[in-house]
């Protein structure tokens, strides 16, 4: 297995080059020689110069060659821009998607154990069917419909949305029993091959109080039943009431299963911050990204926090 840290640089107009930045200058010395960046070599290097920030960057056109632990190494994707923070949405979309497919054919072929992928804003990636990275990674790696799962984690909990980013409005029409065992399976699957061990999920209920048990509610017709179904090669325990969940019956639990984004999203990240990754499971590698977003309000100001960016880096070094 090649142990190479694949990182793509993702939306030029973010906060992304002063993550890597950052991050690269805190990471350790065999780190450094596995990170290798798919990015524009000249767009890294002028905002490295806005930003002040004094990186030894460097071309290379084959991951399998040792890298230099002296430069941040950098397979060099092409980039039309004329100014080093603004990218116009069309070339940032072409650039973005062909670096994501780069990286892609670059670990299916070579058998590196994954990728990060560095914040996008989702309008570069947005078509039909597809409403971010964790989808629009699964359709280029022909994973079945259902079978991806974007999972939260931190070590001290990890949270699943059943559905990704969809409006409210549409939430309810995606919620049904085969959706959900198929998403569970793959969580349950994934995580034990990840981890070693078999998780503990609790499942949260779609409605408030689970709409008291209602029998035409979504918690009785598809949420229930598919909980006992998976209970005979699952520790499963739901369906949770949402509201109050978060207090503390959380601490019980290796994984929250939410029906919707914010649903668990929201209480993960007032508990954890930064401290956190987003993981793609149900791939054939491992694809990560930092849990936050591009940060336009303080792109070249300095200010951004890199820890996340130096979990996916620690979190794919480890792995075996």
């Excluded at 524009?40 to 991951?63: G, H, Y």
């Excluded at 116009?88 to 299916?108: F, H, M, P, R, T």
């Excluded at 559905?163 to 065992?181: A, G, M, P």
Aim: proline share 3%; with cysteine; charged share 25%.
């Amino acid at each position: 297995m090649n142990s190479k840290i694949l990182i793509i640089c993702g939306d030029p107009n973010s906060i992304n080059s002063e993550i890597i930045f950052k991050a690269w200058k805190k990471v350790t010395k065999l780190q450094k020689e596995r990170v290798t960046l798919i990015g524009n070599f000249q767009l890294l290097s002028d905002q490295a110069k806005k930003l002040k920030i004094k990186i030894p960057l460097r071309k290379i056109n084959n991951i399998n060659k040792k890298n230099d632990k002296s430069f941040l190494n950098i397979i060099d994707y092409p980039l039309k821009y004329q100014k080093c923070f603004h990218v116009e949405d069309k070339d940032a979309s072409k650039y973005v998607i062909g670096c994501l497919n780069l990286a892609n054919k670059i670990c299916s072929e070579n058998k590196i154990k994954g990728f990060i992928n560095c914040p996008i804003d989702k309008k570069l990636i947005k078509k039909k069917g597809i409403h971010g990275v964790t989808e629009f990674i699964a359709k280029i790696s022909r994973v079945k419909k259902y079978s991806e799962v974007m999972m939260l984690y931190n070590k001290e909990l990890s949270v699943v949305p059943i559905t990704t980013h969809i409006k409210v409005k549409n939430i309810s029409k995606n919620i049904n029993k085969k959706v959900l065992i198929k998403k569970i399976n793959t969580l349950n699957f994934y995580f034990k091959k990840i981890f070693k061990y078999k998780p503990i999920i609790a499942v949260l209920g779609l409605n408030p109080h689970n709409a008291e048990y209602e029998k035409h509610s979504e918690e009785v017709k598809q949420i229930i039943p598919a909980i006992k179904y998976l209970k005979k090669n699952t520790n499963i325990f739901g369906p949770m009431a949402a509201d109050s969940f978060f207090n503390s019956d959380y601490k019980k639990y290796d994984v929250i299963v939410g029906m919707y984004h914010d649903q668990v999203l929201i209480p993960f990240k007032n508990l954890f911050k930064f401290d956190a990754i987003n993981i793609t499971l149900g791939l054939k590698y491992i694809r990560m990204s930092p849990d936050h977003g591009t940060a336009k309000d303080i792109i070249g100001k300095n200010l951004a926090n890199n820890q996340s960016l130096i979990n996916c880096i620690n979190f794919l070094d480890r792995l075996k």
